[in-house]
């Protein structure tokens, strides 16, 4: 997806920033687990390749516990048949 502007073409985001999604694996060296739930902070667009983003993750108490990078097949948006739930921080 491209849209035209001033500058010539750019990239569209296939997220929003500062939306919720879903990792959809381990980020160990984090203690991060596939189903954690990250927001949206930075667009890296790849004009040959896949997109990236930086994502925030909170605990439960609103304290930021990580910033990471994932390409975009890592991450999926939340979906209404889903739930939250609490786990400690695999370390």
Request: charged letters at 25%; hydrophobic letters at 45%; a negative charge.
């Amino acid at each position: 997806m491209f849209d035209i502007n001033s500058i010539g073409m750019q990239k569209l985001m296939k997220y929003k920033l500062f939306e919720e999604v879903i990792l959809l694996e381990d980020v160990i060296q984090k203690g991060l687990r596939k189903g954690d739930v990250a927001t949206i902070v930075e667009h890296h667009p790849v004009p040959e390749g896949e997109d990236g983003y930086s994502l925030e993750v909170f605990n439960v108490l609103g304290d930021t516990i990580a910033v990471i990078t994932l390409s975009e097949s890592a991450i999926a948006p939340l979906t209404e048949n889903e739930v939250f739930s609490v786990r400690p921080l695999a370390v």
